[in-house]
């Protein structure tokens, strides 16, 4: 979206809250543990977790709006950028059990997803434009 349009697909600088990423990179821990003793639901609900606070993240900074804003075009970039790299450690997390997906999402990110990768964000990054993951069946 925002990121292809407004600024050729590259990610912002720095990140727009550290301490969040920290977060989630923090987990790795736990979760990588989870996989390996076969615990999937306890890997699952720490992943959703922390889904939930990205969405919120996502829902607080209102990039919708921002890019509406004239001169908080770095404020944009920066949220966006936020944004992709929280969905970037949460593909991550999500290699493990759903391989084909992540594939996709390397893509779009324009770089291997690994679980030691995960502690340096991508910062001046570019990301190819963004294609959907999964298309939506309607029944």
Same mark, same amino acid.
Request: hydrophobic share 40%; glycine share 6%; net charge positive.
């Given at each position: 979206g925002f990121i292809?349009?407004?600024f050729d697909g590259v990610l912002a600088s720095e990140l727009a809250d550290?301490? *969040?990423?920290?977060?989630?990179?923090? @987990? +790795? !821990?736990?979760?990588? !543990? +989870?996989?390996e003793s076969r615990e999937?639901?306890? @890997?699952? =609900? !720490?992943? $959703? +977790?922390l889904a939930d606070l990205a969405n919120r993240y996502v829902d607080e900074q209102a990039p919708w709006v921002v890019a509406k804003q004239?001169?908080?075009d770095a404020d944009l970039q920066a949220i966006c950028s936020m944004g992709i790299n929280l969905f =970037?450690? *949460?593909m991550t997390y999500l290699k493990p059990v759903l391989p084909k997906l992540t594939e996709r999402a390397e893509a779009f990110l324009n770089t291997e997803l690994t679980w030691d990768g995960i502690q340096q964000p991508l910062l001046g990054h570019k990301v190819n434009p963004f294609k959907a993951l999964?298309? =939506?069946?309607? $029944?």
């Open positions: 292809n349009k407004r550290p301490q *969040l990423y920290k977060t989630f990179t923090d @987990a +790795a !821990e736990v979760i990588g !543990e +989870a996989w999937f639901g306890k @890997a699952v =609900r !720490e992943i $959703m +977790a004239e001169g908080r =970037r450690v *949460l999964y298309n =939506r069946i309607d $029944m």
